[in-house]
């Protein structure tokens, strides 16, 4: 994926909506409509969960879930 269908398929991942995306990039919500369609034909995904999970799998985006390791008990 390029660099910015590839921004807003992690921006995607992470639950972040249309409008959102588009005022954190400065671009409209068009565009970022363009990446979504992009990043769905590119990975043969039927809607943005699929493309997440696909994304994932092909290593073109991770996600950062922000979780601490759990404390193992002896």
Known sequence: LTLPVGEVLRLVAMGRGTSWIAAE??????TVETHVRNFLDKLGAR????????G?????????????PLARSR
């Open 25 to 30: 990039l400065g671009v409209s919500a068009a």
């Open 47 to 54: 809607n943005r969960a699929h493309a997440i999970a696909l």
């Open 56 to 68: 994932l799998q092909a290593d073109e985006i991770s996600l950062d879930l922000g979780l601490a």
